[in-house]
């Protein structure tokens, strides 16, 4: 019986039915293996087809111990968007498939616009000041704040939680600027009056808060340094809720001591945690938060239901134990739009069972669907002749 391992801390915890529910809807006849189970018994390393982890873990011996004993390895699920800890190179030539979960992007950007609330509005500083004193008049004036209304954000990266957010400050009357590597279409603009930048150093100058949304990569890693701190406003903040390292640390402790600019706040931070005596917790303009820019009940959920979904649709039924379960009865039925190999051959054992329901690879046969294929395929087409970023243009090593 294949076994999938979890990386994910406390997750049978979060949902007490995690097993059932695993077992009986989303891959049949496999089991949940815990890490701690696995470290007690080796043996079971050779059964393992599937790993969960969380998107907050980095790169390190232990994991890269690990995956080398899963020899059987086929699908390595994410909690999260962030595939840090594993070596994408490495996971191609093993033939392991890898699974993110993207998420709609709604916590986050509640997030990312409560954080710019919380530095323009000086929410902490003033939470803070109030037990000291329990005045509610003639506050100092480091607390005099400001009104996002009218300022100018600037969003680094306007992806899925980079519009979202776009949507957000629109309703507070701010005004969009956004850089990233493609262009939204004008109508995506027209929708939140945004501007687009193809060069972040010509964005950075007129913004009054930077948000960071984008993914990290090789291209984005130390995207804000020295270089472009000096560029920014010195009424600006920087607010990250992406990754740590698309921030130089050092830079941005420069930037701060010497006032080049307002204030930051960051979800996310190189480690994680920072150290208890790092130099950014000094700044009474600097809010840290410990990367929970998505803990929320429903984005759990989301993140769960689509990494479960992640695994689901990898080539990990084993159809030898299916058609064992089906003639013993001890599931009820199947209804399978993939199988292995496709199609199936004609004389195969699972088409002897009345409870069964085979469809070749047809959920996406509609012709909404097959017509919004075409058009990809056009728009990529014109769009690579033009030698232009495509739509969704496959990434080659």
């Known amino acids: 019986m294949a076994s999938v391992v979890s990386l994910c801390e406390n997750l049978c915890?979060?949902?007490?039915?995690?097993?059932?529910?695993?077992?009986?809807?989303v891959v049949r006849n496999q089991n949940l293996v815990a890490l701690k189970e696995l470290e007690q018994n080796p043996s079971i390393c050779k059964k393992i087809v599937g790993l969960y982890i969380n998107s907050g873990l980095k790169k390190s011996q232990g994991?890269?111990?690990?995956?080398?004993?899963?020899?059987?390895?086929?699908?390595?699920?994410?909690?999260?968007?962030?595939?840090?800890?594993?070596?994408?190179?490495?996971?191609?030539?093993?033939g392991i498939r890898i699974g993110h979960s993207i998420q709609d992007g709604v916590a986050a950007a509640n997030f990312g616009m409560a954080l710019l609330l919380a530095m323009s509005r000086k929410i902490v500083q003033c939470a803070e000041y109030f037990p000291k004193?329990?005045?509610?008049s003639l506050y100092p004036p480091e607390l005099l704040a400001h009104d996002v209304t009218g300022n100018s954000i600037g969003i680094i990266g306007m992806g899925t939680i980079g519009y979202k957010l776009a949507i957000r400050v629109h309703a507070f009357e701010m005004k969009v600027l956004y850089h990233q590597r493609r262009q939204r279409s004008e109508?995506?603009?027209a929708k939140v009056d945004a501007q687009f930048y193809s060069s972040l150093m010509d964005m950075l100058p007129l913004c009054d808060y930077v948000v960071i949304t984008c993914a990290l990569t090789p291209q984005t890693y130390h995207l804000i340094g020295h270089k472009e701190l000096d560029v920014m406003k010195k009424t600006a903040t920087l607010i990250n809720i992406a990754r740590g390292d698309i921030i130089d640390q050092s830079a941005l402790v420069d930037a701060l001591e010497s006032r080049r600019i307002a204030g930051a706040a960051l979800d996310v931070t190189t480690p994680e945690p920072l150290p208890v005596d790092h130099k950014l917790y000094n700044f009474p303009n600097v809010i840290i938060t410990p990367h929970c820019a998505t803990n929320t009940t429903e984005a759990m959920k989301e993140l769960r239901e689509t990494a479960f979904k992640n695994m689901e649709l990898g080539d990990i039924i084993d159809q030898s134990a299916l058609v064992d379960a089906?003639?013993?009865?001890?599931?009820a039925g199947a209804a399978l739009d993939v199988t292995t190999p496709e199609p199936l051959p004609v004389d195969h054992k699972l088409y002897n069972f009345p409870n069964v329901i085979i469809t070749p690879h047809c959920a996406t046969n509609t012709t909404e669907a097959m017509k919004e294929l075409r058009e990809t395929a056009f728009k990529n087409m014109e769009l690579g002749l033009r030698g232009v970023p495509m739509l969704s243009e496959v990434k080659l090593d």
């Open 13 to 25: 915890e979060e949902l007490p039915d995690f097993k059932s529910f695993f077992i009986n809807v």
């Open 63 to 94: 994991i890269l111990e690990l995956l080398e004993k899963l020899v059987n390895l086929k699908i390595i699920s994410f909690l999260g968007i962030g595939i840090d800890c594993v070596d994408t190179k490495w996971a191609k030539s093993r």
């Open 326 to 331: 089906l003639e013993s009865g001890r599931i």
């Open 187 to 189: 109508e995506e603009e």
């Open 133 to 136: 004193t329990l005045k509610t």
